[in-house]
Structures are given as structure tokens and as C-alpha cells.
């Protein structure tokens, strides 16, 4: 017995019209949320790099703080500054610490908050930032 196939030869394959422009819109929404976001995360990637280069450097706090300076010039880095590092000296070497936040804006009222934390230090624990309102 011979086995016949069934060919549908109107059988529609594809992607409709709707389902590309979905598809697309989705894309775009995804697409201006990374092109927002993804600028903040070169921002901290170069803040870290730069608090590495600054405990590198050595020398006195106030000599650190410039160093991170100088790098967040080169660098553009606008979220800190040398002043808002946290030093510390608690095991005998030198760590140096950071936390921010990132407000950024999508549409309207909706704001994406992130927040950024970085340290030298091996066990990666974040130094909290001293109370400036106690001095």
C-alpha cells in the first residue's frame, strides 16, 4: 500500500504583520531602556577602575581623593567625587570604598533607581559612609 502525503499548498508560513510590528515594538522599548541605562553602568564600571587607581596611587587621604579625581576627569565621571569616598584603614591596608544611587528617568513620573556600591577591599564589604551631621 502506497502511503500518500497531504500538502497544503495555501498554508500560510510566517510572521503575520502584527506579530512583526509587536515584535518590534518590543524591541525599541528594550532597545531605549539599555541606551539609558547602559551609560550609568560605564559610569560605575570607570568609578571602580578609578578607586583601584587611587588606592594604587597610595599615599594620604587627601592625596587618594585627588587621584580619583583626576581619573573621574579623564574619565567623565559626574555621580562622585574624591570627597565622597569612603577610607579606610581597618585591617592595616588601605581600602577604599563607594555607594550612590542612579536616578534615571523613563517616561514621565517612572524613574529607574539603581544603586552602585563598589570596594577595594577583598571581602567586598562596603564601608559605610561616616555621618558628616555627628563632626
Excluded at 515584535?23 to 547602559?38: E, H, Q, S
Excluded at 597610595?58 to 581619573?71: A, I, P, R
Aim: hydrophobic share 45%; no cysteine; charged share 20%.
Amino acid at each position: 500500500m502506497q502511503e500518500s502525503k497531504q500538502f497544503f499548498p495555501h498554508a500560510q508560513r510566517g510572521v503575520s504583520l502584527t506579530g512583526l510590528i509587536f515584535v518590534m515594538a518590543v524591541i525599541g522599548v528594550v532597545a531605549v531602556f539599555a541606551m539609558k541605562v547602559f551609560p550609568t553602568f560605564l559610569e560605575y564600571k570607570a568609578s571602580k577602575d578609578g578607586i583601584v587607581a587611587a588606592k594604587a596611587a597610595g599615599g594620604t587621604v587627601v592625596e587618594m581623593q585627588q587621584s580619583f579625581d583626576k581619573n573621574a576627569d579623564i574619565n567623565r565621571i559626574e555621580a562622585i567625587t574624591g570627597k565622597d569616598l569612603v577610607i579606610t584603614k581597618d585591617t592595616g591596608e588601605t581600602e577604599i570604598s563607594f555607594a550612590y544611587e542612579k536616578r534615571i528617568p523613563i517616561a514621565g513620573n517612572v524613574t529607574l533607581l539603581i544603586d552602585y556600591a563598589a570596594t577595594t577591599a577583598k571581602n567586598g564589604v562596603v564601608a559605610p559612609k561616616p555621618d558628616t551631621a555627628a563632626r
